[in-house]
């Protein structure tokens, strides 16, 4: 994981397809944006 935040155009390309639509799926949870599923890092920012 990253810990300094990315600027706004590096972010929008890591989220945002050609279409417009986002990549993959994505949370927010106050500052912290996790894009795309993967289980141990959503049990770490959201508890078990």
């Known amino acids: 994981m ?3 935040a990315p ?3 590096e972010l929008a ?3 945002i397809g050609p279409s ?3 990549r993959a ?3 927010r949870i106050g500052k912290t944006v996790i894009v ?3 289980d141990d890092v959503y ?3 959201m508890g078990s």
Do not use: A, F, R, S
Request: glycine share 20%; hydrophobic share 20%; charged share 30%.
């Open 2 to 4: 990253q810990k300094d």
């Open 20 to 22: 417009g639509n986002l």
């Open 7 to 9: 600027g706004d155009e």
């Open 43 to 45: 049990t770490e920012v």
């Open 25 to 27: 799926p994505t949370l």
């Open 36 to 38: 795309g599923y993967h």
């Open 13 to 15: 390309k890591g989220i």
